[in-house]
C-alpha cells in the first residue's frame, strides 16, 4: 500500500492478506516449512531445532546466504545455532547469515505470508500451497 515499509502479514485485513496470498503463490519461488509443536515456554528451543535442520538443509543444497528477520537481542540464539552448524563442516562452505529488519529484506514477507498461510490451515493453506515445497514435522 502507499507508504508501507513492510508486510506483516498478521496484521493485514482479511481481503488484502487474500490479494496478497494470491499473488505470493504464483511468484516462482519454493518454499519449505519446518515446524514443531511448542507452548510459550518452548518456543525459543523450537525454533533453534527448526533453525538447526534448516541450516543442514542449506548447507547441503549449496546455498551461501540466509536472512533471518531480526528478532533484536534474541538474534544471538540464531547465531549460537547457526554458528554450531557451520563449525561441523568439512569445508569452506562460504556460507553468510545475517538477521534484518523486515523492511529492509522484502523477500522475508514471502516466508512471513507462507508460514502464518499454512498454519491459518483451510482456505488460507490451500492458497499458499502452490509454492510450498516440503513440510518437514520435527
Known amino acids: 500500500m502507499p507508504g508501507q515499509r513492510e508486510l506483516h502479514f498478521y496484521h493485514e485485513k482479511a481481503p488484502r492478506r487474500r490479494a496478497l496470498s494470491d499473488k505470493i503463490a504464483r511468484l516462482p519461488v ?9 507452548t510459550p515456554r518452548t518456543g525459543e528451543i523450537a525454533r533453534q531445532t527448526c533453525l538447526e535442520l534448516a541450516v ?13 528477520d531480526s528478532r533484536a537481542e534474541r538474534d544471538r540464539f540464531d547465531g549460537k545455532t547457526i554458528g554450531k552448524q557451520l563449525h561441523g563442516q568439512q569445508v569452506d562452505c562460504n556460507f553468510s547469515y545475517e538477521h534484518n529488519a523486515s523492511e529492509l529484506e522484502p523477500l522475508c514477507w514471502i516466508a512471513d505470508t507462507a508460514g502464518w498461510c499454512f498454519g491459518a490451515g483451510g482456505d488460507w493453506r490451500r492458497r499458499i500451497m502452490p509454492i510450498i515445497d516440503d513440510v518437514i514435522e520435527l
Open 56 to 68: 543442514a538443509d542449506l548447507l547441503k543444497m549449496g546455498a551461501h546466504r540466509l536472512v533471518i
Open 30 to 38: 519454493v518454499v519449505r516449512i519446518y515446524q514443531t509443536s511448542c
